[in-house]
């Protein structure tokens, strides 16, 4: 099974982007892969606290090791996006960027099927 990593904004409405994010990671278990959520830090973490946001981008970027590819969702790219998606340039790890109407196609296509059974 392939291995994608989450890319997403998570600073600023961390409540709220935490809530994207488990619709970006459903999204990719529906599409047949094994994704890997570095937004979960922050359960563990406080993002506000700048030590403890650079331990948690580390911690994230040492699982990029071990991905086949990067997924990209959201229209905003942060900074810590940013370091993200170079780190994968520099590994040559393949780079996505996921559309909003693309998720939603597959969400909805799960909702019929679930329907229909």
Same mark, same amino acid.
């Given at each position: 099974?392939?291995? $994608?990593? &989450?890319?997403?904004?998570?600073?600023? /409405? &961390?409540?709220? +982007?935490?809530?994207?994010?488990? #619709?970006?990671? #459903?999204?990719?278990?529906?599409?047949?892969?094994?994704? $890997? $959520?570095?937004?979960?830090?922050?359960?563990?973490?406080? /993002?506000?606290?700048? !030590? @403890?946001?650079? %331990?948690? &981008?580390?911690?994230?970027?040492?699982?990029?090791?071990?991905? /086949? @590819?990067?997924?990209?969702?959201? /229209? =905003? &790219?942060? !900074?810590?996006?940013?370091?993200?998606?170079?780190?994968?340039?520099?590994? *040559?790890?393949?780079? #996505? !960027? %996921? +559309?909003? @109407? @693309?998720?939603? !196609? #597959?969400?909805?296509?799960?909702? *019929? =099927?679930?329907? +229909?059974?």
């Amino acid at each position: 099974m392939k291995k $994608v990593y &989450i890319c997403a904004p998570l600073s600023g /409405d &961390i409540e709220g +982007n935490i809530e994207k994010v488990k #619709r970006y990671a #459903r999204f990719a278990l529906l599409s047949g892969t094994a994704p $890997v $959520v570095p937004h979960y830090y922050a359960y563990s973490l406080n /993002d506000t606290i700048p !030590k @403890e946001r650079e %331990i948690g &981008i580390t911690a994230g970027l040492g699982k990029l090791w071990f991905c /086949d @590819e990067l997924w990209i969702f959201g /229209d =905003e &790219i942060t !900074k810590g996006m940013e370091t993200e998606i170079r780190f994968c340039k520099n590994l *040559n790890i393949k780079i #996505r !960027k %996921i +559309n909003e @109407e @693309e998720i939603r !196609k #597959r969400l909805e296509e799960e909702t *019929n =099927e679930k329907e +229909n059974t």
